[in-house]
Structure formats: C-alpha cells, structure tokens
C-alpha cells in the first residue's frame, strides 16, 4: 500500500470542514498509514475526540498540560515521532499563529516544534481566505517551506455562500500527502506535459461572448494527478473561477485562437491531454461596441466561422506529443462519436462523456467517462473528477512506461 509504514500527525483545528477528517482518516489508513490524531479546543465543537479515536485506533491528544501526555515531553515526541504533519482543516486562526510563531495550544506547539513536511489542507469563508492579512500570511508559511491543498471553490456552510474557501476532498488530500511522502511514486519523472481545461469565450461584442458550461474541474484535476506523478506540466485554461493547481505553470487565455496559440508554444511535450471544452465557433468580426437592440427590428446577424481544431492540429502536428489524449463530451452516440474523434484527431485515446443536462457532468463534481482507444473500450463506472483523473494520469505512465 501506497502509504504502508507511514506516521501521519493529523491536527485537527477547529473549522466546520472538521467533519470530512473522519473520512480522511478512513483513507489514510485504508492506504496504510497510522494515523496520530491531535485536537484542538475548537475542533471539539465540531466533533468529538471519541469519534477521531474511534477511526484512528489511536489515542487523541488534546492538551498541552496534560500531566500523562507531557510527562516526557509529549508535544516534543508528537512533533518528531512522525513522517508527515497534516493539518485539516487548516482554518485562518491556525495559519496566523504559524506565520508568526506563536504556541499557546498543543496543536501551535507541534507545529513550531517539528522538522517534519507540514501539509495545510486550508478551509475557511472565501472573504477570509481572501482577507490580505491571510494572504500575507500564506506567503509567509510558502516562503518557509509549508506545502498547501486547496482550498477549493464551491458552496460554503453558511447559506448563500460560494467562492473558494472548501478544504478539499479527502481523496485529493491522501493523494497530495502520497505525493509528499512517496517520492519513488513517480513513474512520470523528467516527463513534460501540456494540460488544456475550461471553457474558451469568443466575443460578440465587449460584453457578450460564445461559450459553454465547463468549469475546468476535470482538466484541472488532471494537470494536478500527472504533477503528482512526477510530470513538468504546463496548464493551459480558460476563463474559470477555480483556483489554479500548485506545482505547475498555468497559462491563462480566453479563446481557441489563444488556446492554440499557447498549447504549440510548449512543444515538443511527451504527453498532451486536451480536455477544454473548445468552442466550435467563433463570430467573424466582433463588434468594437455593445450591440444595442433596435425597437421593431429583429435581432443582429452573427456571421460565424469555425475555431481552429486544437486537438487535432497536435494529433497530426510535426512534433506530435508522444501520447496524445482527447476528450468527447457528447449527448448522444457517446462511442460512435468518441471512435470517430479517436481516428480523425489524430489521438492516442479519447476520454468519452456524456454531459446530457441531467447528468450532471458539466459544472458538477462526478464523471462517468469511456476510454476509447485503438485496443477497444473501457468504461469506468461513475467516480469524482478527482479519481477520474488520478486513474487517467496512472494509465498515461503506464501507456509510456510500456
């Protein structure tokens, strides 16, 4: 197992994310880890140390005055008897005393006590996350080596909140702490990649544009898993409201052309997945100004013409990536399109979805995808855009390793 003979150190501070730590523990240990629990005051009022212990199979340490956890100075053991301190979640208040050095709790102590990896899987309202005080403070625990997840963007605790403030998903965590602790696990080592995520925008005039509903979920958990597995990847992504991966260059545009443009600057590449949902077209000429609608009269034309094939401009291209991966979301016919996308373009496998409106794919978190390739199909049955993309990373190292 990925996480065998490993000692994680998990603090657990005091955010309503504390919850999804049950079931972190349940995944680090499933990959065999041993999991040491602290607490601190506040995350008690979330949940309870019984439930941690329970998960863990370990006692939950929760004071720093506690006369049989300190008698041979048990913060000092805690802080060095690990492989890896995790914290999560990582709220606003526990970052502060980091950056600036203060151990007044058990938790703060471990942490400026130890000269293990930290891991900060962050979460917090977004207006906090975004507060400067916060993100001088982030700069500061960057600066000093600490490692981040997330957070991630989506709906908050408090009603009619949204933006980036969740902690990440417990898979997404084990897989950031793997990456930290299993550095041999990484069959893409010295290989480079180019990632293609989100939607691109065609404008109609300064305020109107051609698009479509991809928020970049699945592109970017790709360029993440293949990081994870050693890669030196390029993100190229259009307009999205997520935040951009750790670990990689991310190259920001807005149209085809743009895309284009970016993904033939990086070449040549060993690996290409082109996963944008690129507009098919774009208006011919875009107008200078807002296009006002005239009273009794009917709507403006829109001469249209076709945005340039990024996926198969690189499947047929001089210096053709040495595995080059496409995507097909479909409403219909979603593997006799994804064949006939497999040939055309030019690729090596075709990622086939159905993003049909009551599926949910589009905007959403699950995907249920078909591989398509020229040994057959494969198809997977309905998983989180973060498993998808950590299964379609593992089976490109095993393509090129082959």
């Given at each position: ?20 730590s ?6 680090l ?29 370990d ?70 996350w975004?507060a ?27 009603s ?38 989100g ?112 996926l ?64 057959g ?26």
């Amino acid at each position: 197992m990925e996480l065998s003979g490993k000692r994680i150190l998990l603090i657990i501070s005091g955010g309503i994310a504390a919850y999804k730590s049950l079931d972190l523990i349940r995944r680090l240990r499933e990959r065999g880890a041993e999991v040491r629990p602290v607490m601190t005051k506040s995350a008690q009022e979330f949940i309870t140390p019984l439930a941690v212990g329970a998960l863990s199979s370990d006692h939950v340490y929760t004071e720093l005055f506690s006369r049989e956890d300190e008698q041979d100075v048990g913060h000092i053991r805690l802080a060095r008897d690990c492989d890896l301190v995790l914290v999560a979640p990582a709220t606003a208040n526990l970052m502060a005393k980091m950056a600036h050095g203060i151990a007044d709790d058990l938790a703060s102590t471990v942490l400026l006590a130890t000269d293990r990896p930290v891991l900060l899987a962050a979460a917090m309202n977004p207006k906090m996350w975004d507060a400067a005080p916060t993100r001088r403070n982030i700069e500061t625990l960057r600066t000093d080596g600490i490692s981040f997840i997330g957070p991630m963007a989506g709906e908050m605790a408090e009603s009619n909140e949204a933006g980036v403030g969740r902690m990440a998903e417990p898979l997404q965590i084990t897989a950031a702490v793997i990456e930290i602790l299993d550095a041999g696990a990484r069959p893409l080592e010295g290989r480079t990649a180019i990632v293609t995520s989100g939607p691109t925008h065609e404008p109609i005039d300064p305020v109107r544009y051609i698009a479509n509903r991809s928020s970049g979920r699945q592109g970017h958990a790709i360029a993440a898993a293949l990081a994870r597995l050693g890669a030196k990847v390029t993100l190229v992504s259009g307009p999205v409201t997520i935040p951009d991966p750790s670990g990689m260059t991310t190259l920001h545009v807005e149209t085809a052309s743009e895309m284009l443009e970016a993904v033939t600057s990086q070449l040549p590449t060993d690996i290409a997945v082109m996963v944008a949902a690129v507009a098919d077209w774009r208006v011919v000429t875009s107008a200078d100004q807002k296009i006002k609608k005239q009273p009794g009269e009917a709507p403006a034309a829109l001469q249209l013409t076709e945005n340039p094939d990024i996926l198969k401009t690189i499947g047929h291209h001089a210096q053709r990536p040495q595995l080059v991966v496409g995507f097909a979301a479909e409403t219909q016919n979603v593997e006799a399109y994804g064949r006939a996308k497999l040939e055309r373009k030019g690729a090596d496998m075709i990622v086939a979805n159905d993003v049909s409106p009551e599926t949910g794919v589009m905007g959403g978190n699950r995907n249920r995808v078909k591989i398509i390739s020229a040994q057959g199909i494969d198809e997977w049955p309905d998983l989180s855009k973060e498993e998808v993309a950590e299964r379609l990373a593992a089976l490109i190292a095993s393509k090129l390793s082959g």
